[in-house]
């Protein structure tokens, strides 16, 4: 796992990376192609959408648009990481409108039989990025909140970076 900064990120991204990084993902949007019923992104066969997604202009290229209940982008095996786990995600979101609801952004906590397991990054039900990184829920957990909420109608990018600490900053 290659340990970079937000700005090499970021670069890298925008295809003006001096340096050679590698992230366990990135996707573009702007190919997807079908076999059979599934829908893949960037000919990857680990990463499928649902049939309802709609993609509009992004920040770079096409975005991925979330405006029906069910459209999800779905990982396989990705982003597993323990406790003791350094990582980073990052993400361009762009909400449309606020929601009473709370929307998950990116994550992999939502198996039940798991107890939650995992990590999300997500706005929640009052318009604030928030992050946790679950052992089991409802009680071995770690959570961080935006002191801001999340601007709606324009691009934001935004950041998770865990230090493998086991404690919230």
């Known amino acids: ?28 949007f702007d190919k997807t192609s079908k076999d059979k019923d599934t829908e893949f992104i960037d000919g990857r066969k680990k990463t499928t959408i649902s049939k309802t997604m709609d993609f509009a202009e992004g920040v770079s290229g096409l975005a991925a648009r979330f405006d029906h209940q069910d459209d999800a982008i779905h990982i396989n095996h990705f982003g597993r990481f323990e406790s003791t786990d350094p990582f980073s995600i990052s993400i361009w979101a762009y909400p449309e409108s606020s929601s009473d609801k709370t929307s998950v952004l990116i994550g992999n906590a939502h198996q039940k039989n798991t107890m939650f397991r995992g990590w999300d990054l997500y706005i929640d039900s009052v318009g604030h990025v928030a992050t946790r990184l679950i052992s089991s829920l409802p009680h071995n957990y770690i959570h961080v909140r935006s002191a801001e909420k999340m601007p709606v109608g324009e691009w934001t990018h935004l950041t998770m970076t865990y230090d493998g600490s086991s404690k919230a900053k």
Do not use: C, R
């Not at 890298?12 to 992230?23: H, R």
């Open 1 to 28: 796992l290659d340990v970079a900064s937000i700005n090499e990120i970021t670069d890298f991204v925008n295809g003006k990376s001096a340096k050679s990084i590698n992230p366990i993902l990135y996707h573009s």
